[in-house]
């Protein structure tokens, strides 16, 4: 078991610095993609300034508690970039040309090679940033902010990601029968996207539909109610059972939707 | 997906008895239903094929041809948009009924009248200035992150994310003095009976138009003036 974990370890640090040095060749397009990045995190920033100059609360998150999530938003999806987001991006590729077929030969859980095969540092690094700088921002204004919460807080990032893995599994799963992953991806997003606005918005069926089918009222409000004081035991043991729920219907979807795979042209 | 979360954010605000500007819940979902009905009728996005022709030199077909690439375009955003339109109507109509109780419908003919001239003027305008980001591609080779950063904050600036009597008095004094607010903001305000001088707008906007033309019939001629017509 050790072994393996640590011939992973090795395997994602080779696929790593090669896609690092790829990356650092094109200049341009590395600050290119920061500054976009970060240009369109400061519109969302923008966007809750402007509402909350006309509101004292949303759902009771305050201006500053609100960033807290909007960054955590951002480094999930650097953190993601960096394990394994690229991955599912290009699989409708793989799919449809055939090229999936070196991911199943390979001396190595396809799931991993997928995820791992285009790690990267920069994709999202501006967002990642910039997230760290929103929660740092937001964390220093507020009232009922403890140094102790942060560990607790990096650890439910963790479960955050696992829930964000689970979820691309299974949406991911759909192309082997589609072959095409383009509104598949869109939907990925968009999951994202909608995860800045605090979950307390939610009521009845909708409540519902964002957390279990899509979790994305879960996914970063969750983290963030641990550095704003709110916490909620709760609402934490549901944010890791949803994100358990999801790998392991994930995996099971992904192992059945390989099955279904059938190459192409070769 | 966005839209219904929106619709939550809105309903969670107005719950706890706050409310935003002088817009009641319904305004405000209206205002939602509307942006993303102008989205599909009004808002053109042309400029993507229009940067990819002069970059990739498949311009240089439309120089030997007897016509005049600033109106093929608008005749072919014009078709592209009402056959949209249409489309997202139905999805309109539909959303309106689902949310009947919540929608703002003008109550006299007059403003509907006014309404679809300003939709109207409003086409014009969007695909002007997203003509004019598409021929930015004479100059600037490769631009679509730039592309991307402009017509965001075009939209962002036409009211298309939040009403813009909601942003700080100076930014709406900025807002306002724009000519990107007849984009958005202005038909929608419009059809709320929010806005006290249509007439005006009319004026304005009908000047830009006016305006704009000229500036990209000039921008054009010094873009083929430029233009390298790559791989021909």
């Known amino acids: 078991m050790q072994k393996t974990l640590w011939r992973y370890f090795a395997l994602y640090r080779s696929f790593f610095s090669h ?8 200049r341009a397009n590395f600050v290119i993609n920061i500054g976009l990045d970060i240009f369109f995190t400061l519109v969302n920033v923008i966007f809750f300034a402007i509402l909350y100059g006309n509101i004292e ?3 009771g998150w305050t201006f500053h508690q609100t960033l807290i999530i909007v960054g955590s938003v951002g480094i999930i999806r650097e953190l993601a970039y960096l394990t394994f987001r690229k991955g599912f991006l290009e699989l409708g590729e793989y799919v449809r040309t055939g090229n999936f077929d070196v991911m199943l030969t390979a001396p190595m859980n396809t799931a991993a090679h997928l995820a791992f095969r285009h790690v990267s540092l920069t994709e999202s690094l501006g967002e990642g940033l910039m997230g760290l700088i929103l929660v740092g921002y937001g964390f220093a204004h507020l009232d009922a902010a403890t140094w102790i919460s942060i560990p607790f807080y990096l650890l ?9 893995y689970g979820f691309c599994l299974m949406v991911s799963s759909l192309v082997f029968w589609l072959i095409k992953s383009q509104e598949l991806n869109t939907m990925i997003y968009y999951f994202m996207n909608t995860a800045r606005y605090p979950r307390d918005i939610y009521h009845g069926l909708g409540k519902v539909f964002f957390t279990f089918l899509i979790p994305s009222s879960l996914i970063a409000t969750t983290p963030a109610t641990i550095l704003t004081g709110k916490v909620d035991a709760d609402l934490i043991a549901l944010s890791v059972l949803v994100a358990i729920g999801l790998l392991t219907l994930g995996l099971f979807t992904w192992t059945k939707s390989l099955n279904h795979y059938g190459s192409a042209s070769s | 997906m966005h839209i219904s979360v929106l619709l939550y954010l809105w309903n969670a605000i107005y719950k706890d008895e706050q409310s ?10 209206t205002y939602y239903v509307l942006q993303l009905l102008i989205n599909g009728m009004v808002l053109s996005y042309i400029s993507w094929q229009i940067g990819t022709e002069i970059r990739e030199g498949s311009f240089s077909n439309y120089l030997v041809r007897p016509l005049n690439y600033l109106h093929y375009w608008f005749m072919i955003n014009l078709s592209g948009k009402l056959f949209e339109g249409l489309l997202i109507s139905v999805v309109g109509l539909i959303m309106a009924g689902l949310l009947m109780e919540h929608i703002s419908l003008p109550t006299n003919f007059v403003t509907i009248l006014h309404f679809a001239l300003a939709m109207i003027l409003a086409g014009i305008l969007a695909f002007e200035f997203d003509f004019a980001i598409g021929i930015l591609a004479f100059w600037l080779v490769q631009i679509d992150s730039f592309k991307y950063m402009l017509q965001y904050g075009m939209f962002f600036l036409a009211g298309a994310l939040l009403p813009l009597d909601l942003f700080p008095a100076l930014f709406q004094q900025i807002a306002h003095a724009l000519p990107f607010r007849f984009m958005v903001y202005f038909p929608i305000q419009i059809f709320l009976g929010k806005e006290t001088q249509p007439y005006e707008g009319f004026a304005i906007a009908g000047i830009w138009i ?13 873009g083929i003036a430029h233009y390298e017509a790559v791989g021909k």
């Open chain 1, 57 to 59: 609360t949303v759902g």
């Open chain 2, 20 to 29: 935003l500007g002088n817009y009641s819940l319904s305004d405000l979902i």
């Open chain 1, 19 to 26: 896609n690092l040095k790829n990356e650092m060749i094109y």
């Open chain 2, 210 to 222: 006016i305006a704009l033309y000229f500036v990209l019939r000039f921008g054009l001629k010094r």
């Open chain 1, 156 to 164: 439910m990032l963790i479960n955050s990601l696992v829930m964000y």
